[in-house]
């Protein structure tokens, strides 16, 4: 398990865009498992929708792919690089995310070939799906 603290030493993402709390599982070089508490104070929910509050897709899509990122980073052990978004495909959203949700994170490797990958994520609450896509990702440096 990793915490937050350990997360972002992983991750450069800071609120309000930090959108992974805690790692359950990893499994290196395979799958990891993350969850992202949905709170109503979440800063896009003023505007998304402030009478029926939905976590907007986009960003369930961001939060599995740092959890991709975490995976990734952590294995290859590459300190102070960032990993970013190239792609979506096979994008479906099955549920709507609303506050007091508890997203499990879920990804898996489908391939890696530094600096290029591909994960195979899928987010749910409390078992449906809420969110299922294959995410491309680049490591790099930052400048």
Do not use: W, Y
């Amino acid at each position: 398990m990793l915490d937050i603290n350990e997360i972002k030493a992983i991750l450069p993402h800071r609120f309000p865009f930090l959108l992974v709390d805690r790692i359950l599982e990893i499994e290196p070089g395979k799958r990891i498992v993350g969850l992202k508490n949905v709170s109503a104070n979440e800063p896009f929910f003023c505007g998304h929708f402030p009478v029926e509050p939905v976590m907007p897709g986009v960003l369930i899509l961001e939060a599995l792919a740092q959890v991709s990122c975490v995976l990734v980073l952590r294995d290859l052990n590459l300190p102070g690089c960032v990993s970013l978004f190239t792609g979506a495909d096979e994008v479906v959203f099955r549920r709507k995310v609303v506050p007091g949700d508890q997203l499990r994170l879920e990804a898996e490797i489908e391939k890696l070939r530094a600096p290029h990958g591909r994960m195979k994520v899928k987010a749910t609450v409390e078992g449906d799906v809420a969110c299922e896509a294959i995410v491309k990702f680049m490591i790099q440096k930052p400048k």
